[in-house]
């Protein structure tokens, strides 16, 4: 069964203090890596899409990388904006399997 | 903005009735999901549809219908809500078999069902 876990549920950092949150997939025919960005009271808003293991992409303060197992979102000195909650999904080309979440709070 | 929009936003209704959910693209893609998130259980899979008239059961479909007569809209029946259909109810819409695969999300809808 396609499954994919992320962790920690919750995070709370001080602003500027980097971490990483962690998205563990066992997806047959993985096509790709997906994170999103989820505000409270809104649709997620896509990320980043990975493709092989060793790929990595940024977005400001954002980096994503892929191992054949795992996938890690770095967050490089965050700020309070970037408080949200983050999703991670795997799939095929037609469907994802999605995790249930990382809440990240950055205090300032 | 994905050209993704979601009618009614909020709904409330009572246990037995119909409902219908409405997703609308602007945006032509071929793939159309609908999701549904709920706590500690993150976002299933409902219904997805590839094409017109062409559509998929997702892990949580029973007490759900969809149809699609059109390439823009995507519609989510409750023949008979029950409370555990209180839920926010999410579309997505792909570009579908060839990369890239992301799925781009609706602002979901809030149902309750009392």
């Known amino acids: 069964e396609d499954q994919v876990t992320q962790s920690p549920e919750a995070l709370r950092l001080q602003e500027g203090e980097s971490s990483s949150l962690n998205c563990s997939y066992t997806v047959s025919g993985l096509r790709g890596l997906f994170w999103y960005r989820q505000d409270p009271g809104k649709g997620p808003e896509f990320l980043f899409t990975?493709?092989?293991a060793g790929e990595e992409k940024e977005k400001e303060r954002l980096k994503a990388t892929l191992t054949k197992k795992e996938s890690f979102l770095h967050i490089t000195a965050p700020k309070p904006e970037d408080s949200a909650t983050y999703l991670c999904a795997g799939g095929g080309a037609q469907k994802l399997v999605f995790g249930q979440g990382t809440r990240l709070t950055i205090n300032p | 903005d994905a050209g993704i929009t979601q009618s009614p936003r909020h709904k409330v209704t009572e246990t037995g009735t119909p409902v219908t959910l409405r997703c609308h693209q602007t945006e032509n893609h071929r793939y159309m999901y609908w999701y549904r998130q709920d706590p500690g259980h993150g976002l299933r899979l409902i219904h997805y549809?590839?094409?017109?008239?062409?559509?998929d059961k997702g892990e949580v479909s029973d007490g759900y219908s969809v149809s699609r007569s059109k390439t823009e809209d995507f519609l989510l029946t409750l023949e008979s809500a029950t409370s555990s259909q209180t839920s926010v109810y999410f579309c997505?819409?792909?570009?579908?078999?060839?990369?890239?695969?992301?799925?781009?999300f609706g602002p979901g809808t809030r149902l309750t069902v009392t």
């Open positions: 997505a819409i792909s570009h579908g078999l060839a990369a890239p695969y992301e799925q781009y």
């Open positions: 549809s590839y094409g017109v008239k062409d559509t």
């Open positions: 990975l493709y092989s």
